[in-house]
């Protein structure tokens, strides 16, 4: 028998606590879910975190809006000193509460002799676990998982759907690590011997620190020697490729189609948006910023925010912005300074 999904509903009142927000207008609304500005209904609770929603405020139809001033409107606010936290806060109030994970091992499950699993623990169906590999204390590990030897895996970790983690990796705890990831594939390093692309033997790991977070389908590969490092704390998004033997600080974030190639080195707290490549070798220090889509072709200091392939100091990259936008204009303006210098050439030659 399916089970229904109790609608969860909150008072505005209540969603003002949880927001620790300052309530202007009636709390006694009951709210159901939480929605963008635009589909915002009178059983939904949205927000407007920049002036552009704020000037719209009157034409919304949300039941209570999270705002980080007040402004006039007959709808009840939620006012807050950040908008996005109190956010965050609301959200988690609506989660779905799917049927909980129960420790044991699945009966269609495989755990190979000199493997160990926590007692606490959840093994799916159709996993895998191989001799030599560890699953710690209240770990989740999905169906379809499959776990090579002789690696770890710890406490309150959430191995999702298929994931791959070849042998000889180490997961921190409290690390998600979302369905189809492939965690210490062999690393893609190829010599060219005797008319043919060899490969180079990779018999390093992986290792992920505590709290890391990585996104479906992305993948990490093992080290040529020694190990691939991801430090504690840092997400990573879908689809974004950490080649063999690099190093990521802790608390960095990586954002979906990110590739960095082997053996470079990023510190703690580093950003790279959407689609940014890193060349191998490179070292990218600490707080650095790449932006969307750009190319990392030279080590980048810590602090700076860079733009563009090759990617370059922001300021600078601005710069160059203003007057590619230009060079049409200036190129119409050079076509004509040639017509006008070969008109008087010709003159000359005339006379």
Do not use: W
């Amino acid at each position: 028998m399916a089970v229904e999904a109790l609608q969860v509903k909150y008072t505005v009142q209540r969603l003002a606590e949880i927001a620790d927000a300052k309530l202007l207008g009636s709390g006694e609304a009951e709210i159901c879910k939480v929605v963008p500005f635009e589909s915002a209904t009178p059983d939904s609770i949205t927000f407007a975190s920049d002036e552009k929603l704020l000037d719209k405020i009157t034409g919304c139809k949300a039941g209570a809006i999270i705002v980080g001033k007040k402004v006039e409107t007959s709808i009840p606010l939620l006012v807050v000193d950040n908008v996005e936290k109190a956010l965050i806060a609301v959200l988690k109030e609506f989660v779905p509460n799917l049927a909980p994970v129960e420790p044991g091992i699945h009966k269609n499950a495989i755990v190979e002799q000199n493997a160990s699993v926590a007692s606490t623990a959840s093994v799916g169906p159709s996993a895998y676990i191989r001799s030599g590999a560890k699953i710690g204390e209240n770990s989740v590990i999905g169906a379809g998982v499959k776990i090579g030897e002789n690696s770890i895996i710890g406490k309150n970790c959430r191995i999702e759907d298929n994931v791959v983690i070849y042998h000889n990796c180490k997961i921190g705890n409290n690390c998600v690590i979302a369905a189809n990831c492939a965690i210490g594939a062999m690393g893609f390093g190829y010599y060219f011997i005797d008319g043919s692309h060899q490969l180079i033997p990779h018999t390093g790991g992986v290792i992920i620190e505590d709290c890391v977070e990585i996104g479906a389908n992305s993948c990490v590969d093992r080290a040529k020697f020694g190990n691939t490092l991801i430090g504690a704390g840092t997400k990573i998004d879908n689809l974004v490729h950490v080649a063999h033997n690099v190093t990521i600080g802790k608390c960095c974030l990586l954002v979906g189609q990110v590739g960095i190639a082997g053996s470079t080195k990023l510190g703690n707290g580093v950003v790279l948006a959407g689609q940014a490549g890193v060349k191998d070798h490179m070292t990218i220090g600490d707080g650095v910023q790449v932006g969307a889509q750009a190319g990392v072709m030279n080590d980048v200091p810590a602090g700076l925010q860079v733009l563009g392939s090759p990617a370059t100091d922001i300021k600078e990259k601005v710069k160059q912005f203003v007057v590619e936008r230009k060079l049409p204009e200036m190129y119409k303006q050079l076509k004509q300074l040639a017509k006008r210098i070969e008109a008087i050439e010709a003159s000359k030659n005339n006379s």
